[in-house]
């Protein structure tokens, strides 16, 4: 069964402390939540057991069942991600 990306996104976003993102467009949040999940999978993608690049940008999913340790690197590194480019824009 496929994992899909919004999974991934609702544990992301868990750990926002900026809650104001989520009141922002859908298209846009799922847009930046995106690129920051793909980043996430090129970050963890060498020590991972399964092929993170097996996933459907169309139908937002990874083609195959991940489980929730690897859904849990996958939002950590989203958040971190965001959480990166929240400090850099302060600066």
Same mark, same amino acid.
């Given at each position: 069964?496929? *994992? %899909?990306? =919004? =999974?991934? +996104?609702?544990?992301? @976003?868990?750990?926002? *402390?900026? +809650? #104001?993102?989520? #009141? *922002?467009? *859908?298209?846009? %949040? =799922?847009? @930046? &939540?995106? %690129? +920051?999940?793909l980043s996430s999978i090129?970050?963890?993608q060498h020590s991972c057991r399964v092929d993170l690049n097996d996933y459907d940008l169309e139908k937002e999913q990874f083609n195959? =069942? &991940?489980d929730n340790e690897i859904v849990e690197i996958l939002s950590l590194g989203i958040a971190f991600h965001w959480l990166n480019a929240q400090a850099m824009n302060r600066q």
């Amino acid at each position: 069964m496929p *994992t %899909k990306f =919004e =999974e991934i +996104y609702g544990r992301a @976003v868990f750990r926002f *402390t900026d +809650y #104001s993102f989520l #009141s *922002t467009c *859908t298209d846009v %949040k =799922e847009a @930046v &939540l995106e %690129k +920051y999940l793909l980043s996430s999978i090129v970050d963890f993608q060498h020590s991972c057991r399964v092929d993170l690049n097996d996933y459907d940008l169309e139908k937002e999913q990874f083609n195959i =069942e &991940l489980d929730n340790e690897i859904v849990e690197i996958l939002s950590l590194g989203i958040a971190f991600h965001w959480l990166n480019a929240q400090a850099m824009n302060r600066q």
